[in-house]
């Protein structure tokens, strides 16, 4: 049986802001593969106030967190805890009037599906059956294999081996934890590959954004 690769870890606060095509919006890329301005990604985002990003659509999709501020764009307002998921095609003029800060992610919901806006602060986390630790569910659509939610963990829970046969995504939200492999802070991002797992621990608590079974993942 072969050894699954370790996991891919990037802490967003050892990242420099880069100015993107617009210049009052800034990224910090945590992963990327092809070509600069259309290749797959997933990122922070932070729009300074007053900024307006020109008009474009999404081939295979588009994921946001809003995480700070309120994003915008002519379908609505967004306010931080907001998750949304565009279908391949989608397209629109973004902006945000007092800026924001976003966790992105391009490209990896190929296919068509449902359109889902979540304001997470409207919903409640249900428990796991794990003590301490509760899952707010935002997306999982028949015929796709995502499954993408919220986890919240309470301080001292130490959880595993866990083990993740199509892979896992996590960013920190608040909090922290640690594992074999790292300790992570907020906005620390990390990638399972398939196969891969890890020991759990977090002494003062945590938040995670967590994608398991993406269909991009090696």
Do not use: N
Request: proline share 8%.
């Amino acid at each position: 049986m072969s050894i699954p690769a370790p996991p891919r870890i990037v802490h967003a606060d050892e990242l420099s802001w880069v100015q993107s095509p617009t210049p009052s919006v800034w990224r910090k890329r945590l992963e990327h593969q092809g070509p600069s301005e259309s290749g797959r990604v997933t990122s922070l985002v932070r729009y300074d106030a007053g900024s307006v990003f020109p008009s474009h659509a999404h081939p295979e999709g588009e994921e946001i967190l809003v995480l700070d501020g309120v994003f915008s764009d002519e379908h609505g307002d967004y306010p931080a805890g907001t998750f949304l998921l565009h279908a391949e095609g989608f397209s629109h003029a973004p902006f945000s009037r007092q800026g924001c800060l976003l966790f992105v992610k391009l490209r990896q919901a190929p296919g068509i599906r449902s359109t889902v806006r979540v304001d997470t602060s409207q919903r409640q986390f249900e428990p796991t059956g794990i003590p301490g630790v509760e899952r707010l569910e935002l997306y999982a659509e028949a015929g796709f294999p995502e499954r993408i939610h919220l986890t919240r963990v309470a301080p001292g829970v130490r959880v595993g081996p866990l083990h993740f046969p199509d892979g896992e995504d996590i960013l920190v939200l608040e909090g922290e934890f640690s594992d074999e492999y790292a300790q992570y802070r907020r906005h620390s991002w990390v990638r399972f590959p398939r196969g891969g797992g890890h020991g759990f621990y977090t002494e003062r608590g945590c938040t995670l954004y967590v994608q398991r079974a993406s269909s991009v993942w090696s």
